[in-house]
């Protein structure tokens, strides 16, 4: 079947413009994902939606990063006013979310965001 | 202290050999260990989870696990060229909800 699809792969903006990147889940999946990888940076964990509960946005590095998942699939990351340390590689995932930590997660193919 | 730490590497390996990888972590409440592989250029891939104490065996991929020394392991039998990526290991306190903590990652160099 499907996998995560991400859109678009690759974007290129200049400082100060806004982007919004998006995440198809795995059909019938219930929580999505979004981590972040800095050139040289292991995945950092930016916010996770689980059904109908209210997202864990712990991991935002700031209120420039907004997140929306409508109707409990595709789910958009929005970046305002873009700043150079926000490039990096931004990865989708989504699981069953069975509960208890133990769902495996799979991760789209990520879109590249570079900040000129 | 970071809160998932792996050797960067590379680790280099010759072709036929075992690769041997290490993962320790610092959150006690840790439930749930994933590995994950990841190219270059692409994004991670599962090759295992483990989230109980001793061996857990998948085709030529071992993952250990010692709750007690918190620490993982994931061993690679019979390295061919094409395991050549950076294997990253996961952790996840349930009582953190389900995202994943990520260590830096192992850059592997499997040898002809």
């Known amino acids: 079947g499907a996998g995560v699809s991400q859109s678009p792969s690759n974007k290129v903006t200049e400082k100060g413009k806004d982007v919004e990147l998006r995440c198809d889940p795995i059909s019938g999946h219930t929580a999505l994902y979004w981590y972040r990888q800095s050139l040289g940076q292991g995945l950092e964990f930016l916010i996770y939606?689980?059904?109908?509960?209210?997202?864990?946005k712990s991991g935002l590095p700031s209120d420039r990063f907004s997140a929306e998942r409508t109707g409990g699939s595709v789910s958009t990351l929005t970046i305002q006013r873009t700043q150079q340390e926000d490039s990096a590689v931004y990865l989708c995932?989504?699981?069953?979310?069975?509960?208890?930590?133990?769902?495996?997660?799979?991760f789209g193919p990520g879109t590249r965001l570079t900040v000129l | 202290q970071k809160e998932v730490e792996q050797n960067s590497g590379p680790l280099s390996v010759p072709e036929g050999a075992i690769a041997s990888l290490n993962c320790t972590y610092s959150?006690?409440?840790?439930?749930?260990f994933f590995w994950y592989r990841q190219y270059s250029g692409k994004s991670p891939e599962l090759i295992m989870f483990?989230?109980?104490?001793g061996d857990k065996e998948d085709g030529r991929f071992t993952a250990q696990l010692n709750k007690a020394s918190q620490y993982v392991s994931l061993l690679i039998r019979d390295s061919q060229p094409s395991d050549s990526a950076t294997y990253l290991c996961a952790v996840n306190n349930p009582a953190a909800g389900n995202k994943l903590t990520f260590g830096g990652g192992t850059r592997v160099l499997v040898k002809p």
């Open positions: 959150d006690r409440g840790s439930q749930s």
């Open positions: 939606f689980q059904g109908n509960s209210a997202p864990d």
């Open positions: 483990i989230y109980s104490n």
């Open positions: 995932a989504s699981s069953f979310a069975r509960g208890s930590g133990t769902d495996t997660q799979y």
